[in-house]
């Protein structure tokens, strides 16, 4: 991620993960987990970018970039990422939803720093 939190992302296509997700209370390891998972990411074959937000609520929305659905089978299929979607299941996530998208157009509009 850059420091504004949006994905440095190449021209389309490319496709995109969209974790939506519902945390049960507590963080029981989550945040560390959810920060290995982000590095890991990075050094997955394809992977293009991440962008993540949660709210106050426990609602939030992960969106991972990937050059091809090749290389999204790859990173699912991944051990240690595997181990950390286990633990999603049985302890962090209430509920959440996986949907993976062709991103075949996108636009951006940024302002300069005040200053």
């Known amino acids: 991620m850059s420091a504004t939190g949006f994905a440095q992302l190449p021209e389309p296509p490319y496709y995109a993960v969209i974790f939506s ?8 390891g989550y945040d560390e987990m959810a920060d290995r998972m982000v590095d ?22 992960t969106v991972a970039y990937f050059d091809s659905t090749e290389n999204i089978a ?12 286990a633990m999603g299941h049985r302890m962090w996530y209430q509920h959440f939803e996986l949907r993976i998208a ?14």
């Open 21 to 28: 997700s519902q945390r049960t209370p507590g963080d029981n």
């Open 40 to 61: 890991l990411a990075h050094t997955q074959p394809g992977f293009l970018g991440i962008e993540s937000t949660r709210g106050e609520d426990g609602f939030g929305i």
């Open 74 to 85: 790859k990173w699912k299929a991944n051990a240690e990422h595997r181990q950390a979607q």
């Open 102 to 115: 062709k991103v075949e157009r996108a636009y951006g509009m940024g302002r300069p720093a005040a200053g």
